[in-house]
Structures are given as C-alpha cells and as structure tokens.
C-alpha cells in the first residue's frame, strides 16, 4: 500500500473513531450539553484536531444522522432489488427499520433525541440533497407501488409513509427507552406490528 493510502486509511479511520464517540455523547449528553471540548476529552486529543474534520457540533450530529439514514436506504435499496413483490418488500423495509434501530439504540437515540432541527425546517428538508431525503424518497416510492399493485388502499402517500414511520419509529422508541415493564421477545412484537399496519391498509 503507497504511503498516500495509508494516510487516507488513517484519516478515514480516525474520522470513524470521531464519530462514534460523538454518537455516544450526544446520547448520554444530549445537544446542549454536548462540546467539543468534552468529545476531545473523551478520544483523548485536541479540539484543534477535532475540527480538522468536523467544522462543530452541528457538523458533526449532521453526520452521524446520515449514517443512520445511509444504513436505511441501502436496506430499502437491497429489498427492492431482490424482493419483486412490493407488499413484501414494503414488510422487509419496516422489518428491516426496526432492526437498525433496535441493533444501533446510541446510534438511534442521538439521531432522534438530541436535536429536532439537523435537517431545517420542512421546506429546507425537501431541497437539499441528503441520506435522509434519499431513505425517505424511496420508501414512499414503495408504498406508492403497493398502491398501484392494488396491495394498499390509495390514499396520500406522505400521510400513509408518516404514519408507518410512526408506527415503527415508537416500536424501536419503547424497546430502547421502557425499564419498568417487562417486554415481550422483540421480533414477536415486529410481527404483531408490521402484519398489523399491512393488514389495516391492505385494499
């Protein structure tokens, strides 16, 4: 390997190292009580170093959001490409949100507990080019082909893709945060969920 790659390599894998221990103190900190004094601290190097790659905390919360909303997308992509039933693609994407989730709780719990602004306001969300926008994009493209299969009730599709994510998203949200009630085997409840939304929407 030529000595520019390896540098590459490195920086690449200290970029890494930046970000999932950023992923892990917005979890346990939050936003306003997140630094990049404190992330230093934690990675045991200079604030100076930290922001050679990341401009702040905004920058940086940014990130990691995209990530998550990377590892959905290329789900949603996977499925599509392999699975020609939308319907079951459409249940293998809600299944495979909840896993994410479920598999990546800090991950999770920074992305949607410590700041509701990352991405703008609504109208800033839907012009810029993002992960994000990508995940959700595709995702309604989904249901508007079960739709069109005549595997889901036409409705407006925005409203039919919020109201699954809602679904999912307070699926993974209990699983992640409940300690006082003792919960059933998670895939059990992923299958009571998901065959739940399908069979409700179903034409």
Known sequence: MSLKKQQQQHKEQFR?????????LFSQEGY??????????????????IYLYFRDKDDLLFCICEELYESF?????????????????LRLALRNYIEIGLSNPEHYKAVFFTSPVVYGAPHEFMKKDTMHLRAYNS???????CMKSGQLRRMDIETL?????????????????TRDLPLPDKRVMTDILVDGLLKGHAE
């Open 32 to 49: 306003s009580n997140f630094s990049m004094r404190k992330l230093a601290a934690k990675i045991k190097y200079s604030p100076t170093t």
């Open 161 to 177: 893709v919020l109201v699954f994510w809602s679904a999912v998203h307070g699926l993974v949200t209990s699983m992640i945060f």
């Open 73 to 89: 997308l290329n789900g949603i992509v996977e499925i599509c490409a392999t699975v020609s039933d939308p319907r079951e693609a």
């Open 16 to 24: 890494s190292e930046i970000l999932v221990a950023a992923r892990e």
């Open 139 to 145: 995702f309604c493209g989904l249901v508007e082909k």
